[in-house]
């Protein structure tokens, strides 16, 4: 960087770097969690009896819902970082970003742990992450929406 390089700039482009973080995790997640959606279809083509045992019913349902929680939220985060030089920086924004991304890990981590151990008509104990993910991504939602007024 040149001596002319101004603040500003510097701020600019750490700014935009963020937001091309979200699009880079989100588009990360995604490819996980439609590599699962795949795994799934596979269990369920070999018939296999730990996914499709009517006593592991709860086990596909936790799995199939970590599976579109994670893609949908993959996608915010891409919807996010597209939108980030729309945004102004600001502390909320960090905040946004903490949340979105525990939103990520807890709530389908929690539907996925749900399904690993279960005992039937319940799923397990991992179930318990879900309402901590969903309202981090409510809180990360109205931060974000907070910022586009």
Do not use: K
């Amino acid at each position: 960087m040149s001596e002319e390089t101004t603040t500003s700039e510097i701020d600019a482009e750490a700014h935009a770097a963020q937001g091309r973080g979200h699009v880079r995790f989100g588009c990360y997640a995604l490819l996980v969690f439609i590599a699962l959606g795949f795994a799934l279809e596979v269990f369920h083509a070999m018939r296999f009896g730990f996914y499709l045992s009517n006593e592991t019913e709860p086990r596909r349902l936790m799995w199939t819902l970590a599976h579109a929680h994670g893609s949908l939220i993959a996608v915010i985060h891409i919807a996010f970082g597209a939108a980030w030089a729309q945004l102004t920086a600001d502390p909320r924004l960090a905040t946004a970003t903490l949340c979105l991304r525990g939103a990520m890990v807890a709530l389908p981590g929690g539907f996925f742990l749900g399904g690993l151990w279960v005992i039937p008509p319940d799923p397990g104990i991992g179930i318990a992450l879900v309402p901590i993910g969903g309202l981090l991504l409510v809180a990360a939602i109205a931060l974000v929406a907070r910022q586009t007024r």
